[in-house]
């Protein structure tokens, strides 16, 4: 697994001929994946809006007019309800996201409880609370937390474009401190805010030269929320969405170069078409949400899933993650 990757080998991969870079990729993807397999995921928004931070696409940031209400956080009943039903719809892993810039510490014992208690329904257990301190990240991992999700978003260069109360650097100090812990990583970040094929070689570049590779990375496409600094921008503009093919090459590059990590094809997926699920598939992608919404986003359902799995001959994942049984 290589974690020396330079911008100039990433940025030829993207350059490369699209049938050509699909069949790399997809020969990385069966010497370490089933390829005929994709992991399922349930993400719930356990605390819902009123987050300080003001990153331009998010419609629970306080500076975003998109009529998202502040909620507080979820009685851990309610959620543990809503992780067996995750589990009888046929999810491995169940995700709790909390619109937070850091979780405060009379939380914690909450969040302790939640994770306890889904990990004890069998369910794999993955929390998105902010940034994290390194006792935080402990007192997760003492839980038994599988995966903790911080994403980058974007590259080093662009982020503070979409991003300027917290830096690229505070971002990577959380995944360290996650790392540290030893919890499993979860980071990707978001294609299709207006950003240039250069920073998607960054944002890729970044993620495959850590020390170790994240072991699941979530590729976004942006869902313009009307209100929000990034969907005002780019509503009706043909910078409004990424072009398909870009979209998959940049999961082709990101299966390629990091080889045995679960590349999830997360939110945008409700409005591409089955052709370009496909193909995202093919390119190496192995891991969704399911459901009919991605915290306040929405999302494609299960019943459009359970129909393009049949269409394509896939089936849900039952075994361990590659990276995870190679650390084991």
Same mark, same amino acid.
């Given at each position: 697994?290589?974690?020396?990757?330079?911008?100039?080998?990433?940025?030829?991969?993207?350059?490369?001929?699209?049938?050509?870079?699909?069949?790399?990729?997809?020969?990385?993807?069966?010497?370490?994946?089933?390829?005929?397999?994709?992991?399922?995921?349930?993400?719930?928004?356990?605390?819902?809006?009123?987050?300080?931070?003001?990153?331009?696409?998010?419609?629970?940031?306080?500076?975003?007019?998109?009529?998202?209400?502040?909620?507080?956080?979820?009685?851990?009943?309610?959620?543990?309800?809503?992780?067996?039903?995750?589990?009888?719809?046929?999810?491995?892993?169940?995700?709790?996201?909390?619109?937070?810039?850091?979780?405060?510490?009379?939380?914690?014992?909450?969040?302790?409880?939640? *994770?306890?208690?889904?990990?004890?329904?069998?369910?794999?257990?993955?929390?998105?609370? +902010?940034?994290?301190?390194?006792?935080?990240?402990?007192?997760?991992?003492?839980?038994?937390?599988?995966?903790?999700?911080?994403?980058?978003?974007?590259?080093?260069?662009?982020?503070?474009?979409?991003?300027?109360?917290?830096?690229?650097?505070?971002?990577?100090?959380?995944?360290?401190? %996650?790392?540290?812990?030893?919890?499993?990583?979860?980071?990707?970040?978001? *294609?299709?805010?207006?950003?240039?094929?250069?920073?998607?070689?960054?944002?890729?570049?970044?993620?495959?030269?850590?020390?170790?590779?994240?072991?699941?990375?979530?590729?976004?496409?942006? %869902?313009? *929320?009307?209100?929000?600094?990034?969907?005002?921008?780019?509503?009706?503009?043909?910078?409004?969405?990424?072009?398909?093919?870009?979209? *998959?090459?940049?999961?082709?590059?990101?299966?390629?170069?990091?080889?045995?990590?679960?590349?999830?094809?997360?939110?945008?997926?409700?409005?591409?078409?089955?052709?370009?699920?496909?193909?995202?598939?093919?390119?190496?992608?192995?891991?969704?949400?399911?459901?009919?919404?991605?915290?306040?986003?929405?999302?494609? +359902?299960?019943?459009?899933?359970?129909?393009?799995?049949?269409?394509?001959?896939?089936?849900?994942?039952?075994?361990?993650?590659?990276?995870?049984?190679?650390?084991?």
């Amino acid at each position: 697994m290589r974690t020396d990757w330079t911008r100039e080998e990433i940025r030829a991969l993207f350059e490369l001929p699209f049938t050509e870079l699909l069949f790399r990729a997809a020969t990385v993807h069966r010497a370490h994946h089933a390829p005929d397999q994709v992991q399922l995921c349930t993400l719930l928004s356990i605390k819902t809006g009123g987050c300080p931070e003001d990153c331009g696409y998010c419609s629970q940031s306080k500076f975003a007019d998109s009529g998202v209400k502040a909620t507080k956080l979820m009685d851990p009943r309610a959620v543990l309800q809503m992780a067996a039903q995750a589990k009888d719809a046929g999810s491995q892993r169940f995700c709790m996201g909390a619109a937070w810039r850091n979780p405060k510490d009379r939380d914690m014992p909450a969040i302790v409880e939640m *994770v306890k208690g889904v990990r004890a329904m069998g369910l794999e257990t993955c929390m998105t609370l +902010g940034m994290l301190t390194p006792l935080q990240a402990e007192q997760l991992a003492a839980a038994g937390l599988d995966y903790y999700n911080h994403n980058i978003d974007s590259s080093p260069e662009y982020y503070e474009r979409a991003i300027t109360t917290r830096t690229m650097a505070d971002r990577l100090d959380t995944l360290a401190h %996650v790392r540290g812990a030893g919890i499993n990583v979860c980071s990707g970040g978001i *294609v299709g805010m207006g950003e240039t094929r250069e920073d998607r070689v960054g944002f890729i570049h970044t993620l495959a030269t850590l020390e170790r590779h994240p072991e699941s990375v979530p590729v976004n496409a942006l %869902v313009p *929320v009307k209100g929000t600094v990034l969907g005002d921008m780019l509503a009706d503009t043909p910078m409004g969405k990424i072009d398909d093919i870009e979209f *998959v090459r940049t999961v082709a590059v990101a299966r390629i170069t990091m080889p045995r990590s679960m590349v999830r094809l997360s939110a945008g997926r409700e409005s591409m078409s089955e052709a370009t699920q496909a193909l995202c598939f093919l390119a190496g992608a192995n891991s969704i949400f399911t459901g009919d919404k991605l915290l306040t986003a929405p999302n494609a +359902g299960d019943n459009a899933d359970a129909a393009l799995f049949a269409k394509l001959g896939l089936t849900a994942l039952q075994g361990e993650e590659p990276m995870r049984v190679a650390a084991e």
